[in-house]
């Protein structure tokens, strides 16, 4: 990996915009098809606001280049779940699922709520730095991540395979036409 990249949290407003910016450069929405299939696209946009109060909640973790954005890795706590309606299905389905034979709702999870690195940056160990960080600063106050990645996703799949993430459950969502892999992973 560059040896000038850090991994930090979330500090300032101007992370939260750098955040929206590298959303928005990588939504389905403005991705030729074999682009997204080749390098990973995101589905949901975070409202600036919301991003601000999740952030304020918990922080999420980035990797930063001088002053530059290299990639993100939200955290979002349950508790957000209301505050995303496209998201709700996805709260509802972990409330009935288990970790290892353990219901999630005896345990101390939280959502990934959305990971990207900037085209730039991929391939060069950023992804597994932010989750090595993730896991440094989120071990202390939950026991497990879990996240929901599209099958057609293979990029994303592969890399959090290779960090450690394992397949809870696999369903199809009618609405985003979508097939999902609800994955985990112990902190
Ligand atoms: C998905 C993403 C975060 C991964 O970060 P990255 O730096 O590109 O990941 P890495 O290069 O470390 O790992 C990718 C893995 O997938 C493999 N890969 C690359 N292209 C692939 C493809 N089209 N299909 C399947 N696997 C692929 C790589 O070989 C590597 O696996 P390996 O370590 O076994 O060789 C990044 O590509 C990205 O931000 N994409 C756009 C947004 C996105 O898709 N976010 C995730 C939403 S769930």
Not at 90 to 114: I, N
Request: proline fraction near 4%; charge should be negative.
């Amino acid at each position: 990996m560059a040896s000038n990249i850090h991994f930090k949290q979330v500090d300032s407003s101007a992370h939260i915009d750098q955040i929206l910016a590298l959303q928005a450069l990588n939504h389905s929405s403005v991705l030729a098809a074999d682009l997204a299939s080749q390098q990973g696209f995101l589905t949901v946009r975070h409202d600036p606001a919301l991003l601000s109060r999740m952030n304020a909640a918990y922080p999420s973790v980035i990797a930063q280049c001088g002053d530059e954005l290299a990639g993100y890795c939200l955290v979002m706590p349950p508790s957000f779940a209301v505050d995303i309606p496209v998201l709700a299905p996805m709260f509802a389905l972990l409330e009935t699922l288990s970790w290892q034979e353990e219901p999630l709702s005896s345990l101390r999870w939280f959502v990934m709520g959305q990971v990207c690195v900037a085209e730039a940056y991929r391939g060069q160990g950023v992804f597994d730095g932010m989750y090595a960080q993730l896991r440094a600063v989120c071990r202390a106050d939950f026991d497990l991540v879990v996240t929901e990645i599209a099958l057609r996703n293979t990029r994303s799949l592969r890399a959090h395979e290779r960090v450690g993430f394992q397949t809870m459950h696999r369903y199809f969502d009618p609405l985003n036409g979508e097939d999902w892999a609800v994955v985990g992973m112990a902190l």
